[in-house]
């Protein structure tokens, strides 16, 4: 089997050394906004998507794209009759209990709803409460769309009873593919949003042709190889952690006085937390790597104890301004917010060959344990 997996392995680096040779010599690596760092922050996104789906934005295509965003959604799409031509486009609008990361309201009181999601989990009972307003606020129709980047659904509390709609970045990818030709006698346009679609691309792992993969892989004589290797994977990780990260983690723990954990969970994703033993376990620092949902901060466990509301202002006085924590309100995490993903990139970049990702964390809990100073439990 050893033998077989090299071989297979072989055959795969292959095409995708070949794969990468065609992205070198064509300039398909180069993207202004990656260079740029719009990768995982799900306000940039949802403001260069707000552009596009803007009638009145500095594109010059009026509805255009609007009407081609809503054909994309199909059956998907329950509104009757909304007024393309006579929409309005905002990012982060305020509902009194939450923000909207994009809406879009015609001239008929109905209105579309887009909650972004790329890496950050749903805050408390989010859609419920942004359907809520939607009842309140447009009483011609509304469509709440809740876009992630492989279309999974809403978690249970925040979705639960909703008539929402998941939608993926391969939806937006489609949609921005029929804008091209939309955009064709514009041409700045027209190359932004090719640049921007192959962003999306490497965003969701499309950026090369796998088409010979795809044929190699379904030989039925490599299935059960493929199915190994498939197997292994995720463990694959919990090896390199344990080989380029944990042992400086659990040293620099040592030294802060702090006791580090670390597991591989039975979900197959990595996590890993510090406990301070004067906070008598009712509360710890954590990092979840789940999939593209990677968040970090200080948990406590809802079930025997939870942060006092007097604890939460001190902390949130404590973390304002240092530009690193972004509160938000959840039962197992009072304190937490989004973190980078680790996908095969930053293992090679910022963990095997550098220490950016540890340094990283290092800066993340020790502005924690500063927070935490004073803090009676």
């Known amino acids: 089997m050893i033998k077989d997996i090299k071989n297979l392995l072989n055959q795969v680096a292959i095409i995708n050394k070949k794969n990468e040779e065609i992205l070198d010599a064509t300039g398909g690596r180069f993207n202004m906004f990656k260079i740029c760092g719009v990768n995982h922050y799900e306000n940039t996104h949802s403001a260069i998507i707000a552009e596009f789906l803007n009638p009145n934005g500095t594109h010059g295509l009026k509805s255009k794209l609007l009407e081609c965003f809503i054909e994309m959604l199909g059956d998907k799409f329950n509104i009757k009759d909304f007024n393309s031509s006579r929409a309005s486009v905002e990012t982060e609008h305020y509902t009194g209990d939450g923000r909207i990361d994009i809406l879009i309201e015609d001239n008929q009181n109905k209105a579309i709803i887009i909650e972004n ?15 809520r ?10 469509q709440i769309l809740y876009l992630t980047l492989d279309g999974q659904e809403a978690s249970e509390q925040s979705g639960e009873g909703v008539n929402y709609f998941p939608i993926s970045y391969k939806d937006i990818i489609n949609w921005l593919e029929s804008c091209v030709s939309i955009a064709t006698r514009y041409p700045i346009v027209r190359e932004t949003i090719i640049q921007y679609i192959n962003h999306l691309k490497q965003l969701t792992n499309q950026d090369m042709d796998t088409n010979e993969i795809i044929e190699v892989l379904s030989k039925i004589e490599n299935l059960r190889t493929a199915k190994a290797i498939s197997q292994n994977y995720s463990s694959t990780f919990d090896a390199l952690a344990n080989k380029h990260f944990n042992p400086k983690m659990e040293e620099f723990a040592n030294e802060k006085g702090l006791e580090f954990n ?14 301070n033993p004067n906070w008598q376990g009712k509360c710890w620092i954590g990092f979840t790597f789940e999939g593209n949902r990677c968040h970090y901060g200080l948990c406590n466990n809802p079930n025997s104890y939870r942060i006092s509301d007097e604890n939460r202002k001190i902390l949130r006085k404590n973390l304002e301004g240092k530009g690193i924590l972004n509160p938000k309100v959840s039962e197992w995490w009072p304190f937490y917010a989004q973190f980078t993903n680790l996908n095969i990139d930053a ?11 540890f340094n990283d964390c290092k800066e993340k809990i020790e502005t924690l344990l500063d927070a935490m100073e004073g803090i009676d439990l």
């Open 262 to 275: 670390y597991e591989l969970s039975e979900e197959l994703y990595i996590r890993f937390h510090l406990v």
């Open 117 to 131: 999601k790329i890496y950050a989990s749903d805050q408390s009972e989010q859609l419920k409460r942004y359907d």
């Open 347 to 357: 293992w090679e970049s910022d963990i095997i060959n550098s220490d950016k990702f």
């Open 133 to 142: 307003y939607a009842q309140q606020q447009y009483k011609n129709g509304y």
